[in-house]
């Protein structure tokens, strides 16, 4: 057995207790039936989507890596929250003071699960939201257009999170 | 005092869940009004969820479990359909709104409505070779 | 959990699911449609929510005083609801090339 089929069994075997772990949390219960039909639909799961999982997934099972998820999910929720009072003032506003269009900043990070979260982030956080994704290109509506700098963009944009994602993703 | 927090986050959820709303319904044009509703919506029922949740601390973990699941989940996919149905309206070619003051996008549309013409042309030439050839056997 | 304070919230989410109906009845195009869709589709999660608190008869044989099985409906009204928004999107993006 040489070491790719080898790390493509870990793989398996990791996506299997994934879905059963998941499974159990749905179900509450340690029934008999309850785990066999886990188990099975578990191995089913893990047969059929192991193959399409994006490369580079292995290294998301290091606990260092957690620990720098643990400290981006307070991060993320700070911006949110602002996100959400900024954007509600504006609705409430009876002027409704918004200054939206499209615009392109780039990237640094390089790998598809890095750059989907990136592209979440950026939907979740004030006033922007990812409509395509183009190799290192960002395309984003901007509700309030502040800088027609672009390096300024590129930093308050995508600027914030891209440090960690890189420790956590890459 | 767990239930004091869970009502406060309720509240706050519903709050942001109205403005989320009402945003839908005032801002001018498709990718403002994704916006508004994917923002203050997703984060309104983020937070309506893990109000509920926190009701379930000790005792009905089930209940916690699930609300908590299900916020992560709601988290993850939100922007990914908001994301999805902007790029198709731009796509499709919905305009931006006239206050709109910039628009980096109209290149790249281009290019991808381009490939799905190519695609179409594919698709086309393949079946007319299809139909010569059952013509030549006929 | 007071079940005033789940009234009051399900009017709240009523009065939001309306300002969602009057986006899908009123939207110029099809995607103002399918963004306000998949917001009513969001705050139906809020409802799963509210009736999962909402206290059980005293006379049912549940021993949890939570309907907590409607937060089962909710994960599944989220996957749904996702899978929805993301086929609206894939059809609208192939329905017209010149506008």
Same mark, same amino acid.
């Given at each position: 057995m040489n070491g790719s089929?080898?790390?493509?069994?870990?793989?398996?075997?990791?996506?299997?207790?994934?879905?059963?772990?998941?499974?159990?949390?749905?179900?509450?219960?340690?029934?008999?039936?309850?785990?066999?039909?886990?188990?099975?639909?578990?191995?089913?799961v893990a047969i059929g989507i192991g193959p399409r999982l994006p490369a580079g997934i292995e290294k998301l099972f290091n606990p260092v890596r957690w620990l720098y998820l643990v400290i981006y999910i307070p991060y993320f929720f700070y911006y949110c929250v602002r996100a959400n009072l900024d954007v509600a003032i504006r609705v409430i506003h009876p002027d409704v003071p918004i200054r939206p269009g499209i615009v392109k900043v780039h990237t640094s990070l390089e790998s598809d699960l890095a750059k989907a979260f990136l592209a979440n982030s950026i939907t979740l956080t004030p006033g922007t939201l990812t409509i395509d994704i183009d190799g290192q290109d960002l395309y984003i509506h901007w509700i309030n257009i502040q800088t027609d700098d672009y390096q300024k963009r590129c930093d308050e944009i995508v600027g914030r999170f891209e440090p960690l994602l890189r420790r956590i993703f890459e | 005092m767990l239930e004091t927090i869970a009502l406060w986050l309720f509240g706050i959820g519903l709050a942001?869940?109205?403005?989320?709303c009402i945003g839908l319904v005032r801002l001018p044009d498709v990718y403002n009004r994704a916006q508004a509703s994917t923002k203050c919506v997703t984060l309104g029922t983020t937070m309506i969820?893990?109000?509920?949740?926190?009701?379930?601390?000790?005792g009905n973990?089930?209940?916690?479990? @699930? *609300?908590?699941?299900c916020a992560v989940f709601l988290l993850m996919t939100a922007p990914v359909g908001a994301h999805a149905i902007c790029r198709s309206a731009y796509v499709s070619g919905v305009k931006l709104a006239d206050v709109s003051v910039e628009d980096a996008f109209t290149q790249r549309a281009r290019t991808i409505r381009a490939e799905h013409r190519q695609r179409a042309d594919e698709i086309e030439k393949n079946l007319r070779?299809?139909? @010569? *050839?059952?013509?030549a056997e006929a | 959990?007071?079940?005033?304070?789940?009234?009051?919230?399900?009017?709240?989410?009523?009065?939001?699911?309306?300002?969602?109906?009057?986006?899908?009845?009123?939207?110029p195009t099809?995607?103002?449609?399918?963004?306000?869709?998949?917001?009513?589709?969001?705050?139906?999660?809020?409802?799963?929510?509210?009736?999962?608190?909402?206290?059980?008869?005293?006379?049912?044989?549940?021993?949890?005083?939570?309907?907590?099985?409607?937060?089962t409906v909710a994960i599944a009204w989220a996957i749904i609801s996702f899978i929805g928004s993301l086929a609206l999107a894939k059809y609208l993006e192939g329905r017209c090339y010149d506008a």
């Open positions: 089929s080898q790390r493509k069994l870990a793989r398996l075997l990791m996506l299997f207790l994934m879905s059963f772990a998941l499974w159990e949390l749905l179900f509450w219960s340690l029934n008999f039936w309850v785990v066999l039909v886990g188990i099975l639909l578990s191995f089913f | 942001f869940d109205v403005l989320g969820l893990v109000a509920t949740g926190l009701f379930g601390v000790g973990w089930p209940l916690f479990i @699930k *609300s908590i699941l070779e299809v139909e @010569k *050839s059952e013509e | 959990m007071s079940p005033t304070f789940l009234e009051v919230a399900m009017y709240v989410l009523i009065f939001s699911s309306l300002l969602c109906l009057d986006r899908i009845g009123r939207g099809a995607p103002d449609r399918a963004i306000a869709i998949d917001t009513l589709g969001t705050i139906m999660i809020g409802f799963c929510c509210i009736m999962a608190l909402w206290p059980t008869p005293t006379d049912s044989p549940s021993a949890s005083p939570f309907m907590d099985y409607y937060m």
